[in-house]
């Protein structure tokens, strides 16, 4: 068997295929990752800090035909697939630069005793990701588990295998298998696998984090989010900052979990808002083929993406909701284009505002009292990202405070946002763990510790059978 992906934007061509891994198949990979874990593990940190470098060598010399397979694969525009590759690169450089000194044995040898506290690997990672940045969402996973010595059996999504495959190819100890919900299953399932980690939707990952559970094996799971961007009553921005907050909620064509997806703007600068956002996205939203330059929004990635767009934005028509388009459809495609829109005049309960849309339609909320605006931006059962607009930074951040989101940016909002220093992940049903900084490490680490109290130790006065820590 194998999956045959179908280019989003030309449905009828079929841009390559991946061999299925059957269920009862994924125990032999597994097996194999984990005798390559034994080797892999045992190698000094130097050497495999210096594999990742060598792979983002070859990151960059692939990234021109990787991001128009991509391209081809996902729908996304083929400048963002080159964006995706580099930061994909750029990260495997950061690990191999700062991962030694989260990884690094760390010895204390006092009054006290002797303690010596060591990151070990956990064995064979399961990486099960998803096909909206497929590469840099695996390379999230694959950098900092092989830095610290596992190895990796990674799974890509069925609707964006391709690209994703030829890089873990670069990179040691990692072995890819494909499939739909069985092959997860047995993958989770196997009692070498020591770690999952998951980035995806909340049903998939409530699915996951079930399996793993089972085995008691710890997961990191990203899941989606529905985040708010307020807007305070100061805000000032510029045409370039209204260019990036619109490309903050569309780019790929909005199917980004960190994604603006709600706007909260005072009601009293609602016409003053939207004139500057149309402004800005007639100027930079060009919906058409991804692999045109000057295409910055493609199709959504199926049929069944476009068709959920048809359902949410029904149920904004029902209830009295009106759609404000951003760019035009390009007369002559088959593919599977979603034009942009902003939606007004949606109830809070509206679909398009409870729920992650994950595609190129988005609320414009007002409001009149900030301490509304909160409420109303908390009341969701994601908490993944958020973002604060105001002039006085901070008053910004204090705002920020309250918001009931993992990452919350400041004046931004998306990649735009991001920092590699910065930790990244969700609060509530939005998932847990961390990645990226030195938190996205040490998810794939376990401190062991070594220690020789100083009351045995030669020369030490020793202590009775009951007896407890002493300061």
Same mark, same amino acid.
């Given at each position: ?6 280019? $989003? ?17 994924? &125990? ?62 750029? @990260? ?8 030694? !000194? ?30 909206? =940045? ?12 092989? !830095? ?14 391709? =690209? ?16 739909? $919900? &069985? ?26 984090? =079930? ?30 900052? @209204? ?18 997806? +709600?706007?909260?703007?005072? =009601?009293r600068r609602l016409d003053e808002f939207l004139e500057s956002y149309l402004d800005a996205a007639h100027r930079i939203l060009i919906v058409g083929d991804p692999v045109n330059e000057r295409t910055s929004m493609g $199709? ?27 760019? &035009? ?6 593919? @599977? ?43 969701? &059962? ?38 590699? +220093? !910065? ?18 490490? +040490? ?14 130790? !030669? ?8 007896? @407890?820590?002493?300061?």
């Open positions: 068997m194998k999956i045959d992906r179908e280019n $989003p934007a030309h449905p009828t061509e079929i841009v390559g295929s991946v061999p299925v891994t059957a269920p009862e198949a994924v &125990e032999a990979v597994v097996r194999q990752s984990h005798r390559e874990f034994l080797d892999w593990s045992a190698r000094p940190l130097g050497q495999r800090l210096t594999a990742l470098g060598t792979a983002a060598e070859a990151l960059d010399a692939r990234t021109p035909d990787l991001a128009e397979l991509l391209a081809r694969e996902s729908g996304k525009p083929i400048a963002d697939c080159r964006g995706e590759i580099g930061f994909a690169a750029t @990260y495997l450089r950061w690990v191999r630069d700062n991962a030694a !000194a989260v990884l690094t044995a760390s010895a204390i040898d006092d009054a006290q005793g002797r303690l010596v506290r060591s990151a070990a690997p956990f064995g064979v990672v399961a990486a099960i990701t998803p096909w909206n =940045a497929p590469i840099i969402l695996s390379v999230l996973k694959l950098a900092p588990a092989l !830095a610290a010595g596992n190895t990796v059996v990674l799974k890509p999504s069925p609707l964006a295998p391709l =690209a994703v495959t030829e890089v873990a190819g670069l990179l040691p100890g990692v072995r890819v298998i494909h499939g739909g $919900p &069985e092959t997860v299953r047995a993958l989770i399932a196997d009692p070498l696998i020591r770690k999952v980690a998951f980035t995806g939707g909340a049903e998939a990952g409530r699915s996951i984090a =079930a399996a793993a559970g089972q085995a008691l094996t710890p997961v990191l799971l990203e899941l989606g989010g529905n985040d708010p961007a307020i807007f305070l009553d100061d805000f000032t921005l510029s045409p370039a900052d @209204y260019e990036r907050l619109v490309l903050a909620s569309f780019a790929t064509s909005g199917q980004v979990c960190m994604a603006a997806k +709600r706007l909260y703007v005072p =009601a $199709p959504v990635v199926s049929r069944a993406a476009a068709h959920r767009m048809t359902d949410l934005l029904a149920d904004a028509w029902s209830r009295g909701g009106w759609l404000v388009p951003l760019a &035009e459809i390009p007369s002559d495609t088959d593919g @599977y284009y979603v034009a942009p829109a902003l939606a007004l005049d949606l109830p809070d309960d509206a679909w398009l505002v409870r729920r992650e849309q994950f595609g190129p339609a988005v609320p414009v909320l007002t409001y009149t009292d900030e301490r509304d605006v909160l409420a109303r931006a908390n009341d969701c &059962e994601l908490g993944l990202g958020a973002s604060v607009w105001s002039a006085d930074e901070d008053r910004a951040f204090a705002f920020a405070a309250r918001i009931e989101a993992g990452f919350t940016f400041v004046n931004t909002h998306n990649r735009t946002g991001m920092s590699l +220093r !910065a930790p990244f992940g969700g609060t509530k049903q939005s998932g847990f763990g961390r990645e990226y900084a030195d938190e996205g490490l +040490r998810e794939y680490v376990q401190t062991t510790v070594r220690h020789a109290p100083s009351a045995f130790r !030669a020369g030490g006065s020793g202590l009775s059978a009951r007896a @407890y820590p002493q300061l």
